[in-house]
C-alpha cells in the first residue's frame, strides 16, 4: 500500500492567514469604534446596574451609581445604598454629592434624612476655646468642622452651643445660635453668668454642648433634627481684678495700624446709627476698645482686636444714642484705644499694640433702601492723628 501525504502550498496558507487577522484586526477597531461602554450603561436591566454598583462601594461602582441615579432619581433603595456607604465617604466623592443633592431635593424619606443628619454629624468637632479666663469674663468657643463636608447650593448648618462649669449644659434653642459662613469655624461668646455662675478662681472642668442642624433654603424646608455631641474641657479661672494681656510698644506701627482701619458710619432705615469697621492686615496685634464721641460724652461701643498678619477683621457696632438724636447726627468722633480689656472676646490673642487712635468728624452718611440710583458709599479711610 502506498500512502500519499498531501502538502498544502506555502504561499496559499500565508496569504489566508493574513488575510484572517486582517480581518481580525479591523473588526476589532469597528468594535472598539462601537462604543461598547455606552452600549451596556444604554441597555443593562436597571436591577443588575444596581447589583453591580452595591457590589462595589469603591470609585468602580461609581459609573453604576450614577446610572442608577439618572434613571431612578427618587429610588428608596438607591438612598438607602448611599446611606450605607456615607460613613466611609471622603469630600470629593461623587456619592456625598449625590446625597446632599437628595436631602436638599427632598428625595430622602424621614427615616434617611435623619440618618443621612447623624451620620454627617457623627465625627467629633474639634473644639477651641479660650482660657484661661477671668471671673466676670465670657468664654469663647469654637467648633471647627471637617473640612469640605458641605457642597453648598443652599445647605448650610447651625451651631447651638451650650456650656456649664462643673455641671451638665443644656442647649437653650432661643440662645447661642450661630450660622457661620460653610468655609468658617463657627464660634461663639458665652456671658460668664450663663456659663459659671458664682464660680471660684482655680481649674474648673467645663462640659460643652454644642448641637448641630442641617438646613436649606428651598421654599417649604426648615431645619432638621438636632445632633447634639457633649465634651468635657478643663479651663483655669483667674482672679477678677487679674490684668489681661502683653501690651506692645511698637510706635513705627502705628501709622500703618491706623491706615489699616476703614470705616462707615451710616443711617439705618430704621434711624439706628451704625458704625462698621474693617482692620486690614497689619504687622502687630491689635485689640481695640472702641469710644464714639457725642455731644462731648464719650460712649463705649464696643471692641475690635485682629492679630498679626491676620485678613480683614469686621465688626458692626450700634451707637448707644437716643431715638431724638438719631435724626440729626451729622458726624461723630471715633476713638480707638490699644487695651487688653479687649481681649476677653477672642479666642486665643494675648497681645496688643499700646496707642490711641482718634478719626474726628467721621460723617454719618445715609442710605435710602427705596431710591435704587443711589449706589451705597463704601468704607473708606478717615483723616486720624496718633495720641
Given amino acids: 500500500m502506498i500512502n500519499l501525504r498531501y502538502r498544502p502550498k506555502w504561499w496559499i496558507v500565508l496569504t489566508s492567514g493574513g488575510t484572517l487577522a486582517y480581518a481580525a484586526v479591523v473588526l476589532y477597531l469597528l468594535a472598539s469604534d462601537f462604543g461598547w461602554s455606552r452600549f451596556y ?57 449625590w446625597l446632599q443633592d437628595a436631602y436638599r431635593a427632598g428625595w ?62 443644656v442647649i437653650d434653642n432661643d440662645r447661642y445660635a450661630i450660622n457661620p459662613e460653610i468655609w468658617t469655624p463657627a464660634q461663639c461668646v458665652l456671658e460668664w453668668k450663663d456659663w459659671a455662675g458664682e464660680l471660684p478662681p482655680g481649674r474648673h472642668t467645663v462640659n460643652v454642648v454644642v448641637g448641630q442642624q442641617l438646613g436649606h433654603m428651598s421654599p417649604g424646608n426648615g431645619l432638621g433634627r438636632r445632633i447634639d455631641q457633649s465634651y468635657d474641657i478643663a479651663v483655669d479661672v483667674l482672679p477678677r481684678d487679674t490684668p489681661l494681656g502683653e501690651a506692645i510698644d511698637a510706635p513705627d506701627s502705628a501709622q500703618r495700624i491706623a491706615e489699616a482701619l476703614i470705616m462707615q458710619i451710616r443711617r439705618q432705615a430704621d434711624g439706628r446709627i451704625v458704625a462698621e469697621f474693617w482692620s486690614w492686615r497689619a504687622n502687630v496685634d491689635r485689640a481695640f476698645s472702641i469710644y464714639a464721641v457725642v455731644d462731648g460724652q464719650r460712649l463705649p461701643i464696643g471692641e475690635l482686636c485682629a492679630q498679626a498678619g491676620a485678613e480683614a477683621v469686621h465688626k458692626s457696632l450700634d451707637v448707644p444714642i437716643s431715638h431724638e438724636r438719631w435724626k440729626t447726627l451729622q458726624n461723630l468722633t471715633l476713638i480707638f484705644v490699644g487695651d487688653g480689656e479687649a481681649l476677653r472676646t477672642t479666642l486665643n490673642q494675648t497681645k496688643y499694640w499700646k496707642g490711641q487712635i482718634v478719626y474726628p468728624g467721621v460723617p454719618v452718611e445715609s442710605w435710602e433702601r427705596d431710591d435704587p440710583d443711589r449706589l451705597r458709599p463704601g468704607p473708606t479711610t478717615r483723616p486720624y492723628r496718633i495720641e
Fill in 41 to 97: 450603561y444604554d441597555n443593562a436591566p436597571t436591577w443588575w446596574i444596581a447589583h453591580v454598583a452595591r457590589h462595589n462601594p469603591g470609585p468602580s461602582g461609581d459609573n453604576h451609581r450614577n446610572v442608577w441615579l439618572r434613571r431612578d432619581p427618587g429610588s428608596a433603595e438607591l438612598y438607602d445604598h448611599l446611606l450605607d456607604l456615607q460613613p466611609n465617604l471622603k469630600p470629593t466623592d461623587p456619592a456625598q454629592g
Fill in 108 to 169: 430622602l424619606n424621614t427615616s434617611q434624612s435623619a440618618r443621612f443628619a447623624r451620620q454627617f454629624f457623627a465625627e467629633p468637632l474639634k473644639i477651641n476655646l479660650r482660657t484661661p479666663v477671668r471671673q466676670g469674663d465670657p468664654l469663647v468657643l469654637q467648633a471647627v468642622h471637617k473640612p469640605g463636608g458641605l457642597k453648598g447650593g443652599g445647605l448650610w448648618v447651625r451651631y447651638h452651643f451650650a456650656a456649664r462649669a462643673d455641671g451638665a449644659a
